[in-house]
């Protein structure tokens, strides 16, 4: 019954806005103002249909009515400490204007409208915070959950205090990984810095160790080619001396038989 009534009030100021022509912005003003005894629902759409043709018309002298009404209405629903009203007041009137931000924004409704609602004493912050995000064209997680409650009758100040609840626990949480990850790099980063002497040490170590084999192994393969050396000299003035022996014989035994006359 509640979600019937607050959809035929919308159709209904939405109608109102769509005719054509106005009088007086001020009749209009007045005939829209429902009385103590309108529920929160048909008090907001009556702004609603007021802020549709603020659209069409941007008259600024309507635009100060209609935000003094909004700011005493907001006013008289926190002062009798009827969060569900303020809830489902505020709620209605932030939906329109985050989904006509573009167009309310040009006249400056939205900021005006905005500034009756959060400059109400004692307003909860969470109206405050859905406000400016409805100016900028954004439906924050209460509002959605105030709008959805509004449909289907339930409590509309419960749904927006666990909706921003959950929001901030979100928030917390995001806000916690968010700083655990800039704490990882921080120490992986400061792991670095630290690891850097040792790494170069080593660094240096490894390349003089290297330099070192490589030197012994140069120093070897040079022993062993002046080794081979000395020993192919060798070997070449054995055989020399040895073929000198055999040749001296050879000579000698010559030399006897021509003297024995062989």
Known sequence: MKKLMFLALAAVAM?????????????????????????????????????????????????KAISAQVAEQVAAYVEAGDEEATATYTAIINNYIA?????????????????????????????????????????????????????????????VETATTNAAAEAATDAANKAAAVNATVN????????????????????????ATAAQQQAANTAAAAQKQAQDAANAAQQKA?????????????SLKKKLGL
Do not use: W
């Open 188 to 211: 992986t980063a400061k792991q670095a810095v630290e690891a850097a002497p040792a790494a170069a040490a080593n660094a240096v170590k490894t390349q003089a160790e290297a330099a």
């Open 99 to 159: 989904e006509n931000a573009e167009a309310l924004g040009q006249s400056g409704t939205a900021t005006a409208v905005a500034n009756a609602i959060t400059t109400v004493e004692n307003i909860p912050a969470n109206v405050i915070e859905t406000t400016a995000d409805a100016v900028k064209g954004v439906k924050d997680a209460a509002l959605v959950s105030a709008i959805n409650a509004i449909l289907t009758g339930e409590n509309v100040a419960t749904a």
């Open 242 to 254: 040895k073929d000198n022996t055999n040749q001296a014989i050879d000579d000698a035994a010559s």
């Open 15 to 63: 109608s109102f806005a769509a005719c054509g022509g106005k009088t007086s912005n001020t009749a209009e003003l007045d005939s829209l103002a429902l009385g103590e005894e309108a529920t929160p629902e048909e008090q907001a759409t009556a702004i609603v249909s007021l802020l549709e043709e603020q659209i069409k018309t941007a008259d600024a002298d309507q635009l």
